[in-house]
């Protein structure tokens, strides 16, 4: 039997999926729950709700803390799964005591949740011979994990140093992808050999950019570009992309290169090049969604 999956019935669903004290199903003439005892739950009148038990509750435990690791309770919340006794109500009573995180955290698990009540009904959808809804909330968190970052523009006077000591670490990265000389050689390639070269290139080449910092003030990640091989000064290299390991998969990178084209566009820039060599692979597809274009040798956007 068809029923339509109003905003109101979805958040009973949800209820009744996170209720682990009482099982549910779905009485589709009535789209309402009733007690699973109470019913003939046969998949046509009575639905049994999405699976949802204590594995899944504690897989979204895990998968917050690893996109959240700029935040204060970070390291309390590791510790709690770590330890592995009392998690959920250890990690309920630390959110407590940070009601933004705890906010975040309601609206990411309702998010997975959501995920898994979309695909159920999706899947009830297709034996009715339905097409399948949209679901259009899949970068409601990113947006909500960036709110925890501090985003401003390059300033060479308080970054150059501190940004070479970050910066210079991707060169022990290098020469664990690249082992013996082959490291090596990419580390000097790519002007990360050490932190006087790092900030000598920051200092000659840099003319703007923009950082990342967590709420604690450590950096997080850089976006810099240089004018100065430009004769028209009408584009710009970027020089640099780069995230701090524990932050990487959070969409900074993306954040770091929006907030870089909007300030360049505004700045009458009108080409921004990317040469391969300081584009990683991971974020080609990042380039590409945003306007540029990809070539043998570099990637070009050009800004209008």
């Known amino acids: 039997m068809f029923f339509e999956l109003t905003d109101s019935l979805l958040l009973e669903i949800l209820r009744g999926m996170e ?23 046969d998949e046509e009148n009575f639905y049994s709700l999405p699976v949802w038990n204590s594995a899944d509750g504690y897989n979204v435990l895990e998968s917050f803390v690893s996109k959240n690791k700029g935040i204060k309770p970070y390291s309390q919340l590791k510790q709690i799964l770590a330890e592995g006794r009392g998690v959920f109500r250890q ?6 005591k940070y009601p933004q995180t705890e906010r975040n955290f309601n609206l990411y698990k ?9 695909d ?22 990113d947006d909500l994990i960036l709110e925890d970052f501090i985003f401003r523009e390059y300033n060479a006077n308080l970054d150059s140093s501190g940004l070479a000591c970050k910066i210079s670490s991707f060169s022990d990265e290098l020469k664990k992808m690249f082992p013996g000389d082959a490291g090596l050689c990419m580390s ?6 050490n932190e006087n070269t790092i900030q000598e290139n920051l200092k000659n080449n840099c003319t703007g950019g923009f950082v990342c910092h967590t709420p604690e003030n450590e950096f997080a990640g850089c976006l810099l570009y240089s004018s100065k091989n430009s004769k028209s000064q ?25 907030l870089s084209l ?38 070009f956007a050009e800004l209008n």
């Open 19 to 41: 209720n682990q004290k009482q099982r549910h199903a779905l009485d589709a003439k009535n789209c309402r729950l009733v007690p699973w005892k109470e019913c003939l739950v």
């Open 110 to 118: 309702a998010k997975i949740m959501k995920v898994r009540l979309f």
């Open 91 to 96: 990690f309920k009573d630390v959110l407590k």
């Open 120 to 141: 159920w009904y999706n899947m009830l959808r297709d034996s009715w011979g339905l097409e399948s809804l949209e679901i259009d909330f899949e970068d409601e968190f």
């Open 262 to 299: 909007k300030h360049l566009r505004k700045s009458g820039i009108q080409v921004v090049i990317a040469l391969n060599s300081v584009v990683p692979k991971i974020m080609e597809s990042l380039l590409i969604r945003s306007g540029f274009t990809g070539s043998d040798f570099a990637f």
């Open 234 to 258: 009408k584009s710009v290299f970027i020089t640099t992309i780069f995230v701090e390991q524990n932050y990487r998969g959070l969409g900074i990178a993306g954040k770091l290169l929006d």
């Open 188 to 193: 000097v390639f790519f002007g990360f050999e």
